[in-house]
């Protein structure tokens, strides 16, 4: 059985840290690229942030350059989102997707979500 499973959000004033984690299970998560979405209230879903299979690429969204950072640890089968110098427009359900094409076929397992509120 695949399993994504976010944590770390919460609510945290302007200009902080949180640390996002999504824990997997049920597929081999060394074959999948990772990525981070957010859908704020209204708002169509969006990425934020992708790592290839081993870590040695990653890209972001512009508005979160420089303050987000995404990477994986293979071993623990987790990827992590760093998100610094927060902004209330950061505020959003956070996901983690996997995706894999193999074969001429896609195979994507997401996340339940997790809810990041930036707010004084």
């Known amino acids: 059985q695949v399993q994504l499973v976010e944590s770390g959000g919460g609510l945290v004033q302007p200009g902080g840290s949180l640390r996002l984690s999504c824990t997997t299970s049920?597929?081999?998560?060394?074959?999948?690229?990772m990525s981070w979405y957010r859908q704020a209230p209204g708002k169509e879903r969006e990425l934020v942030a992708a790592?290839?299979?081993?870590?040695?690429?990653?890209n972001y969204a512009d508005s979160v350059k420089g303050r987000f950072t995404i990477s994986r640890d293979n071993g623990k089968n987790t990827v992590y989102l760093q998100m610094n110098s927060l902004k209330p427009e950061d505020t959003a359900v956070y996901y983690c997707?996997?995706?894999?094409?193999?074969?001429?076929?896609?195979?994507?397992?997401w996340g339940q979500g997790t809810q990041v509120t930036v707010s004084s």
């Open positions: 790592i290839t299979t081993a870590g040695g690429i990653s």
């Open positions: 997707k996997a995706r894999r094409t193999t074969r001429g076929r896609d195979y994507e397992y």
């Open positions: 049920g597929f081999t998560f060394g074959n999948y690229a």
